[in-house]
């Protein structure tokens, strides 16, 4: 059987017809159209849309779930935080944004030419209800990098979650132990707890972290905690203690063969109100060899340092 010879030109129209219909070609830019979807116009079916990446800055705050009002329906309240913000720049510009003379956009340069959007925060610590809880980790006038959530329909900030968190301790704290905790938030210029955001905390310094001996931490008390991924808990970095150095004056009259008296708080340092209540504090006589060293009348006034020990304060000088 004799085969006809093929012609160099021939040779490339059979290549031609051999090659799959959705092949690349170097003319093509994947995801030219923006948004457009796979097999959109002058697309390439095999080409997936380019991601879009952003840079916004936020005209308002980060704003949480209240979770006050949020029963256990997600249909009532937003879960994930989020802001409002406006665009800065983006690498791939929506055809829709254009210029006073209806040009699309191809560089912002800045807040003034873009719209107002709506950003959101998925990566934050969640309640087992699946409500975002935290510290809100942006502020108006921050600027944040998003990355455009196909599936979401959202623009998404592409930040942690803030790992250290204010708390009021609601239980004692023993050293080396753990205690119920409340988020402790910034809000109207004052701190204040959310009672609907709980946390255990923990001292994982077995005491050490304060500098003196072992005695409880008492409710009330405030501090920092970082979570800690290896743990799987919230650890103590900071805790607030009874003031170190208070000015006291005498309730009752102290004499040398006295180991010690009632005295009011007049001034503290170094911590916080050892006597929030006002109900008094017990000072310490120092003692000697055959007695006590100090000794005043009601009213005196003097300085005492705090003792772990006994948990309570040791005078130092009394007039």
């Known amino acids: 059987m004799t085969r006809e010879p093929t012609l160099p030109g021939q040779m490339q129209d059979t290549a031609a017809q051999l090659a799959p219909p959705d092949r690349l070609q170097p003319s ?21 849309p380019a991601t879009r990446f ?13 979770l006050a009002g949020a029963g256990t329906s997600h249909y009532t309240v937003e879960p994930t935080p989020y802001a409002v913000a406006r665009m800065v720049w983006c690498h791939q510009f929506d055809p829709d944004d254009k210029d006073a003379d209806d040009y699309p956009l191809r560089g912002y340069g800045g807040t003034s030419l873009s719209k107002q959007e709506t950003i959101y925060h998925p990566a934050a610590f969640r309640n087992s209800s699946g409500y975002a809880i935290g510290h809100p980790t942006l502020a108006a006038g921050d600027r944040v990098f998003c990355v455009f959530n196909r599936q979401s329909g959202r623009w998404e900030i592409v930040a942690p979650a803030l790992s250290v968190w204010r708390f009021e301790l609601t239980g004692d704290l023993p050293p080396g132990g753990s205690a119920t905790a409340c988020l402790l938030v910034w809000h109207d210029g004052a701190y204040g707890i959310d009672e609907d955001v709980e946390l255990t905390v923990y001292d994982a310094t077995l005491g050490t972290l304060r500098g003196w001996a072992g005695t409880e931490t008492t409710a009330g008390s405030r501090g920092y905690a970082q979570y800690m991924p290896d743990s799987g808990r919230w650890e103590i970095v900071a805790l607030e203690q009874k003031a170190r150095w208070i000015r006291f004056q005498l309730a009752a009259d102290l004499g040398h063969e006295d180991a010690d008296a009632q005295a009011n708080v007049l001034d503290y340092w170094d911590g916080c109100d050892p ?42 000088q009394l007039e």
């Open 275 to 316: 006597d929030p209540n006002a109900a008094g504090v017990t000072v310490n006589n120092c003692a000697t060899s055959s007695q006590y060293l100090f000794a005043g009348a009601s009213g005196a006034i003097g300085l005492a340092c705090y003792d772990p020990a006994l948990d309570e304060y040791r005078i130092v």
């Open 28 to 48: 093509d830019t994947p995801g030219a159209a923006g948004e457009a979807p796979c097999g959109g116009a002058d697309v390439p079916r095999s080409v997936p």
């Open 54 to 66: 952003a840079l916004f800055e936020l005209t308002g705050e980060l704003i949480y779930p209240n």
